[in-house]
């Protein structure tokens, strides 16, 4: 397994690392910025049409629904828009190339959040920040392989502070992250299997589904027992048949010195929307 606890460890430290050192880098990206011969693609939702995350969306429905507008939206607010550049696709099958920005629309009449994209040989970085205070509160490093797929995506997001009635990130104090990951393993550019992690608490102690104190407990965790810290460790198979997307899809969990297993009926409603935002990841021509 690639997500072994020794590697999960370094991943979530390393995001901690790349959030230390973007957190100041709102104004500097946002004044190189350059949007001249960018495409913008608007979207219903708050989601990227390639956001790789694709666990999100396939297992527990926690992603914005991904949904391509025709044009740009009468009302943009709760809408995003994105910008790619003109050149050679950011993968093999999708009909975008580059990402390098994009906007997020509240309630009113602008942006409530904003990300810039760092690009590096066989890696990308988004960088989400609240436009209004330039506070970055979320990480994406998303690693590429030779023909441009995403290997892999390391997620890390503030947990908002609640104050006033209200979800805050005040600057007087340190704020934990929520952190998951997801790899990806390709044959002839199609994913057969995945593993992923979720729900990592940075201001949490680690703890691995196979520690001692979980030997034996049940559906209940005793009271001076803590729970898992990432919540969640899964390993995926998709199970084609012939040609088109997968029929079914089969989840390993790993939980409190456990395993279990199940296959699930990969939803109609997931591969409409890759089909519409040309993501070939998951369809076997």
């Known amino acids: 397994m690639f997500f072994t606890k020794e590697n999960v460890i370094g991943i979530c430290g390393e995001t901690a690392e790349m959030f230390e050192k973007y957190s100041r880098n709102y104004d500097k990206l946002k004044g190189i910025l350059d949007l001249g011969n960018a495409k913008a693609v608007w979207c219903k939702e708050w989601a990227e049409p390639f956001n790789p995350d694709y666990i999100s969306e396939i297992d527990d429905c926690t992603m914005p629904v991904r949904k ?119 044959e002839n550019n199609i994913i057969t299997r995945a593993e992923a992690f979720g729900g990592y608490n940075s201001g949490k102690a680690f703890m691995w589904y196979d520690d001692r104190q979980y030997e034996g407990v049940g559906n209940i965790l005793p009271m001076d027992c803590p729970p898992m810290n990432p919540q969640s460790l899964c390993e995926y198979r998709f199970n084609y048949s012939g040609g088109g997307f997968p029929e079914t899809f089969t989840r390993r969990n790993y939980f409190y010195c456990k395993t279990s297993e199940n296959t699930y009926k990969f939803k109609g409603s997931a591969a409409k929307r890759f089909e519409e935002c040309g993501i070939g990841v998951f369809k076997i021509k």
């Open 68 to 186: 391509i507008l025709k044009g740009v939206p009468k009302k943009k607010n709760g809408c995003t828009e994105h910008y790619y550049k003109d050149g050679e696709p950011m993968h093999s099958e999708s009909m975008y190339s580059e990402p390098i920005y994009s906007a997020y629309w509240g309630e009113g009449e602008e942006p409530v959040c904003e990300k810039f994209y760092v690009h590096a040989e066989g890696r990308r970085t988004g960088l989400v920040y609240l436009r209004e205070n330039k506070r970055l509160i979320e990480v994406w490093t998303e690693e590429l392989n030779t023909e441009g797929n995403v290997e892999a995506v390391y997620i890390g997001r503030l947990l908002p502070y609640t104050k006033r009635g209200r979800n805050e990130y005040p600057e007087n104090m340190p704020l934990d992250m929520e952190i998951r990951g997801r790899k990806y393993y390709y």
